[in-house]
């Protein structure tokens, strides 16, 4: 949503300022129903809000901070912090790009299964000339974790790697209600491509698809256990979304409603969630 936002800005010609934004977001995101990884087990939709706080400078260079309280859980609402930095170039109108690295910190939740990737790199590209925008995103998480147990120290090292495909078209209504207001309705249709190896909040991995494969070592009392569970890159979601961001003054409202249908897993059917962000720049 806040890219959304910058993009805007950039197609409204805006003039280019440092700010600070202040959001609160609301989501139904896909999520696993407990803490303990089951492959079988069906996806069902939790709700969060996410407020957050964010720095832009006029050069490009951005830095946020992002807390997320889940409902319907018993155990740590709070259970998600992000930090991030990046740089976006937004200043032509042929095409905008950036880059930003993640670090996210993960609370103990039941709703929330354990993961090494804590760690997040992602750039996007969009050609802007044409009609229909074209983009390519890259996304590539990874991390580890230990998890101590009563005579059990698990210790994981992981990444997953995925790129996104999207096209879309956005279209701009300026003075829509007095002179300082602006409209943008932008529907997008990507193809997410990649691993799926882990439970993660990467950009690329909303649907939580996640292949079967698992090769296991032989057990033996007192011995260190071996396991791999990586997946092939491969296509893993298409998805179809209607962004809209409204701007008046200071204040910007971006309700988004996502369709996607994932192409791996257990789980194939349509699934749908919703997402809104209110923020206020100063």
């Known amino acids: 949503m806040a890219d959304l936002e910058r993009q805007l800005d950039s197609l409204l010609n805006k003039q280019q300022k440092s700010e600070v934004v202040a959001a609160l977001s609301y989501g139904n995101n896909p999520a696993y129903g407990s803490k303990t990884v089951n492959l079988e087990q069906p996806i069902v939709m939790k709700a969060y809000l996410s407020p957050s706080l964010t720095w832009y400078h006029k050069s490009g260079i951005f830095a946020g901070a992002s807390g997320y309280y889940l409902f319907d859980t018993d155990k740590k609402h709070w259970f998600e912090w992000d930090f991030t930095a990046g740089y976006d170039y937004t200043k032509k109108r042929n095409f905008i790009t950036g880059i930003s690295y993640t670090r996210y910190f993960f609370a103990d939740s039941t709703d929330v299964p ?7 790199l992602f750039s996007y590209f969009y050609y802007r000339k044409w009609w229909l925008h074209m983009g390519v ?9 230990t998890n101590n147990r009563p005579r059990l120290r698990e210790h994981v090292t992981g990444s997953d790697f995925n790129v996104i495909a999207t096209v879309r078209h956005p279209f ?8 300082r207001d602006a409209l943008l309705l932008q529907p997008s249709l990507s193809l ?14 909303r649907y939580l698809t996640r292949s079967s494969k698992m090769k296991l070592d032989k057990m033996r009392p007192g011995k260190v256990v071996n396991y791999e569970d990586h997946t092939d890159f491969e296509p893993r979601a298409l998805d179809c979304t209607i962004n809209v961001s409204y ?7 971006s309700p988004s ?14 699934m749908g969630y919703f997402t809104a962000r209110l923020s206020y720049s100063f």
């Open 114 to 120: 354990s993961t090494p990737i804590t760690n997040e």
């Open 137 to 145: 995103s890259v996304d590539y998480g990874w991390g580890n974790y």
């Open 172 to 179: 701009i209504f300026d003075g829509l209600l007095c002179s």
């Open 192 to 205: 997410t491509m990649g691993t799926a190896n882990y439970y993660s909040q990467l950009a690329a991995f």
């Open 247 to 253: 701007l008046f003054d200071q204040f910007t409202f």
């Open 257 to 270: 409603f996502t369709i996607f249908k994932p192409l791996t897993g257990a789980d194939t059917e349509l």
